[in-house]
């Protein structure tokens, strides 16, 4: 079945420490976006990238970084300059063209 | 800035009713729209998508519209069930990267 795999679906974060959400896709899509979404607001966007080795800062992209050495990988690492990473993070593919968009099932990170 | 809004933020209906969900933009300067669906915890899920040419899409008991010179975009559930209570949310894409800009939801509850 075509989709998009995120792992794990719960994470734990110790003050300090760098962490890596995984979102592999095999749809083939060439673009895609890591999210984060926190209760009571809309998902707002933290990088996404149009192609291999390429990617752009979303509008809260402080404190994250991200990888996109292959079409259907693109880990977010949430690091320890993040200070308030405690939120549900949703990684999205899609084609190039005007196409859906698909989403993983999302990782939930905490801080403990 | 394109901004999304979806009215209202929570609904309480019975089963059995046919309800309508509103989400409005500001720009109409859109390629498509799209609703998704999201259960407490959970990714989300592609309901119906919108392309800027198009008046309305179906799919089963879902029919969405979409007024793009007036902003406006409802999503038209038929004879609602128990199990269609979550979390639904509106995105308009736009712009040469094809960035999504969301909308913050509906909680729609059905009573059995």
């Known amino acids: 079945d075509g989709g998009i795999t995120q792992s794990p679906k719960y994470l734990f974060r110790k003050e300090g420490q760098n962490v890596t959400l995984s979102c592999e896709q095999n749809l083939n899509h060439d673009a895609m976006y890591w999210y984060r979404q926190d209760p009571g607001q809309g998902l707002r966007l933290i990088y996404y990238s149009q192609i291999v080795n390429d990617f752009q800062k979303g509008d809260i992209a402080e404190g994250y970084s991200v990888s996109r050495e292959k079409k259907e990988s693109f880990p977010l690492t949430v690091t320890s300059a993040q200070k308030n990473p405690t939120a549900f993070y949703l990684c999205?593919?899609?084609?190039?063209?005007?196409?859906?968009?698909?989403f993983g099932q999302g990782t939930r990170l905490t801080v403990v | 800035k394109q901004e999304v809004t979806q009215i209202p933020a929570a609904l309480s209906v019975p089963e059995g009713e046919n309800l309508v969900l509103n989400c409005s933009f500001t720009?109409?300067?859109?390629?498509?729209l799209q609703w998704f669906r999201q259960d407490p915890g959970k990714g989300l899920t592609s309901l119906l998508l919108?392309?800027?040419s198009q008046r309305e899409q179906t799919s089963g008991r879902l029919n969405a519209s979409l007024d793009k010179s007036s902003g406006r975009s409802t999503l038209y559930i038929a004879a609602s069930q128990p199990g269609d209570s979550a979390t639904y949310l509106c995105?308009?894409?736009?712009?040469?990267?094809?960035?999504?800009?969301w909308g913050a939801g509906t909680k729609l509850i059905i009573k059995p």
């Open positions: 720009d109409s300067a859109i390629y498509n």
């Open positions: 919108i392309q800027s």
């Open positions: 995105a308009v894409r736009q712009g040469s990267n094809y960035q999504l800009i």
């Open positions: 999205a593919s899609c084609d190039r063209a005007n196409t859906e968009a698909f």
